[in-house]
């Protein structure tokens, strides 16, 4: 029998050009197999192109715009990394205030690598334990988080993890997280 821990969930993943390949692609193998139903909303609309690395990766479907997305919709929402998606996404109002919901509504976060870039505009990451890229750590600490070097940090329902390497961790503590709904 499949595994319905997330059976009549929604989550949103916010991505846009730029994105991490697996840093989108495995947390959305894990929520679907979970049971979530789950959206790539993108400030565009059609494709969005992943990369691995430093490498152009493949392309990935978006099945809402940004535009027509509404943040009380959906129960959760995960922040894929990638250099150029999240540096491009908090540039966009409205993908900031697409987060700024979860955050004043204490839906779960997941955020990944440099996705919690955008947590740092939505005014999300004062007083809380993070981690990310080794690169955002003085942005989040001048932001106000303590930020920690660990595979996965878990904050009253923020889940943040460092690197590809950590999907694992970060996978199974986000499913949980968003499992437990608001905190």
């Known amino acids: 029998m499949p595994d319905q821990t997330l059976a009549g969930r929604k989550v ?12 989108l692609e495995k947390p959305v193998e894990a929520l679907k197999a ?5 959206e790539v909303v993108s400030p565009k609309g059609g494709k969005i192109q992943g990369w691995e690395h430093h490498d152009k990766g493949r392309t990935v479907p978006v099945d809402r715009e940004l535009s027509a997305a ?4 959906y129960d959760s929402i995960v922040l894929p990394g990638g250099v150029m998606n999240p540096d491009a ?13 979860f955050v004043t509504t204490k839906k779960p976060i997941a955020a990944i690598c440099h996705g919690p870039w955008t947590l ?3 005014g999300a990451v004062e007083g809380k334990e993070m981690t990310s890229w080794p690169s955002l750590e003085a942005d989040l600490k001048n932001a106000g988080a303590n930020w920690i070097d ?8 923020l889940v943040t993890s460092r690197k ?7 996978c199974a503590k986000m499913v949980e997280e968003f499992a437990e709904g608001r905190h």
């Open 12 to 23: 949103a993943v916010l991505a846009t050009d730029g994105f991490e390949q697996s840093e």
């Open 164 to 170: 590809p390497d950590d999907l694992p961790a970060f």
């Open 89 to 101: 996404l908090r540039l966009e109002p409205k993908a900031i205030d697409f987060i700024k919901h």
């Open 120 to 122: 740092i505009n939505a």
């Open 34 to 38: 979970a049971g979530a139903q789950v």
């Open 150 to 157: 660990q595979e996965v940090v878990v904050d009253d329902g």
């Open 70 to 73: 509404k943040p009380e919709d």
